[in-house]
């Protein structure tokens, strides 16, 4: 089992900055990727950013692609997202969610990890 504990959202002005955590406990040694996704009030849960832990290759969404930046630190089993430049369309609830054990088909879609977080709010005030 794996658990994963979201903070760092917040409510903040946009064009402010926000750095997101996701720290994992349990048994994490079988982690292939961690990856971030959104969700917004009526609308699907959708792809953020990714980080491979293999070689920490990192993909993003095309909409905040220049503006994210996701890391992570091994020694604390962390996976940060740091937003900057932040628009009111970045307000959601952000998740972090574990693959194990290899990749799927599709990343960016939710269906298929194997471990999620509980959410962290971000609303960005225009």
């Known amino acids: 089992q794996v658990q994963l504990v979201e903070s760092g959202g917040g409510l903040v002005q946009a064009g402010s900055s926000l750095r997101l955590s996701c720290v994992a406990s349990?048994?994490?040694?079988?982690?292939?990727?961690v990856t971030w996704f959104r969700q917004a009030p009526g609308k699907e849960r959708e792809f953020v950013a990714t980080?491979?832990?293999?070689?920490?290759?990192?993909y993003y969404d095309d909409s905040v692609k220049g503006r994210f930046t996701a890391s992570r630190d091994s020694a604390k089993n962390t996976v940060y997202l740091q937003m900057d430049n932040l628009r009111p369309e970045d307000t959601a609830v952000y998740y972090c969610?574990?693959?194990?054990?290899?990749?799927?088909?599709?990343?960016?879609?939710?269906?298929?990890?194997?471990?999620w977080g509980q959410g962290t709010q971000v609303t960005v005030a225009s």
């Open positions: 349990g048994r994490t040694s079988r982690t292939y990727a």
């Open positions: 969610a574990a693959l194990m054990g290899g990749p799927v088909p599709n990343y960016r879609q939710p269906g298929g990890y194997d471990y």
């Open positions: 980080i491979r832990f293999s070689n920490d290759q990192t």
